[in-house]
Every structure is written in structure tokens, then in C-alpha cells.
């Protein structure tokens, strides 16, 4: 079935840091995939998507590319704000599942 | 552009009652999914709705339900509480999954 890793956290970072946060996946079929930022006491926001390969998904500093060769979806930011604090999840979408598959979440802490 | 809306945003309930929790999506939007977020689960799918009809079911007991309305408005009901089902419940509204959900904040259930 459809999975989704990401690498363990949690990930503590001086503000102007460069961010990567590993994602990888497993899928039948050609998913869409996204990235999803969750602040303390809220729902889910979208932060980018990539719906093919070579995609580039963008927003607010953040990137992250569609990688099929590697089955990857790795997220960037160059450097990192206060603001960035928050948890990060990557996710998978099929139309075989017809669901978002998420990974476990990562949560990033900026510091001043 | 209202986004998805939830209620109530918190509910604290006992063992063996029953809860019902309110889902109101994206004007324009058909397909409404539900998610259960634990910390020890991460994020599960329930179900996904769309034109009143259930499309998708995730892997839990009968005792978690919904269903849709004319309007899309959602409910989900769980039966019979139990401690475990204790999380933040999740709603998410789309127009074309493939690009992604938008969430709304949650209601958060504890079971005491």
C-alpha cells in the first residue's frame, strides 16, 4: 500500500538557518504529493503541492521537488524564521486510495 | 472565501456515550474526508464523502459513522466512546483531490 517517511525529529534550528526535512514514498500509480504544516492548537494548512514529476512546489520561501527517481519530496527553505515553528507533515495522494496517506510529522523548533 | 468549518471545537465526553461532530466545507466543495490525529497514530483516514454518497472508508471499528448532506455539510458520529477514541478529528474539503484538501481546525474529543 501507499506509505509516506519522513526523517525523525524533532529539528531545532537558529532563525537564518537552512531547512531540509527528508521525505520519501512508496505508491502504486503516479501520486500527487504535499506538504502540510500544522501550527500548536490548529488544523492543517497546505503549505505546497507537486501533482508530476519534476514539479516544483512553492510558498512562502519553503520548496520542494518531485523527485520519481528517487520517490522523493524533500522540503527547503533557505533561511528559517521564529514564524517556521511548527510541524510538518508530508502526504501522498492516490486516485487507487482515494485518500491522503501522511507521514508521522516532524516537528521544527526555531530558535531566535 | 469562508474555509472549512468545524463545531464544536472541543468536546469532553464519558465512556459509552455517543458524539456527533459537524463538518461545514468549502462553499463549492464536494468531497469531504475525515481524519483522526493521535500521538500515537498520527494521522488516520476515516472517511470520505462525496454527493451524499460514502466513497472511501479507512480502517476503523462500526462504531465511527458519518454521512453527508444536499448542502455537503458532514457529520460524523461515534458510538459507544472509549478512552482510545480520545484525539483531534480532523475534517478536509476539496474540489479536485488531486490537488490537494483544505482542513478545517478540529474538534478536539477527549473521552474520560
Known amino acids: 500500500g501507499d506509505s509516506v517517511t519522513q526523517m525523525e525529529g524533532p529539528v531545532t534550528l537558529s532563525e537564518e538557518a537552512f531547512l531540509t526535512i527528508n521525505c520519501t514514498y512508496t505508491?502504486?500509480?503516479?501520486?500527487?504529493l504535499f506538504w502540510y504544516v500544522q501550527y500548536p492548537g490548529e488544523g492543517l494548512q497546505l503549505l505546497l503541492k507537486a501533482t508530476k514529476a519534476d514539479d516544483k512546489g512553492s510558498n512562502k520561501g519553503f520548496e520542494a521537488t518531485y523527485r520519481k527517481e528517487t520517490t522523493s519530496f524533500h522540503l527547503e527553505k533557505g533561511s528559517v524564521q521564529v514564524s517556521d515553528s511548527a510541524v510538518y507533515f508530508c502526504?501522498?495522494?492516490?486516485?487507487?486510495?482515494?485518500?491522503?496517506?501522511f507521514g508521522k510529522g516532524i516537528t521544527l523548533s526555531v530558535r531566535p | 472565501k469562508a474555509g472549512v468549518t468545524q463545531t464544536p471545537r472541543y468536546l469532553i465526553k464519558t465512556r459509552g456515550q455517543q458524539v456527533t461532530l459537524s463538518c461545514s466545507p468549502i462553499s463549492g466543495h464536494r468531497s469531504v474526508s475525515w481524519y483522526q490525529q493521535t500521538p500515537g497514530q498520527g494521522l488516520q483516514f476515516l472517511f470520505e464523502y462525496f454527493s451524499e454518497t460514502q466513497r472511501n472508508k479507512g480502517n476503523f471499528p462500526g462504531r465511527f459513522s458519518g454521512r453527508q448532506f444536499s448542502n455537503s455539510r458532514s457529520e460524523m458520529n461515534v458510538s459507544t466512546l472509549e478512552l482510545g477514541d480520545s484525539a483531534l478529528y480532523l475534517c478536509?474539503?476539496?474540489?479536485?483531490?488531486?490537488?490537494?484538501?483544505?482542513f478545517g481546525s478540529g474538534t478536539r474529543l477527549t473521552v474520560v
Open positions: 502526504a501522498l495522494y492516490t486516485g487507487a486510495n482515494s485518500k491522503l496517506t
Open positions: 505508491a502504486t500509480g503516479y501520486p500527487s
Open positions: 478536509a474539503s476539496s474540489v479536485d483531490r488531486a490537488y490537494g484538501y483544505t
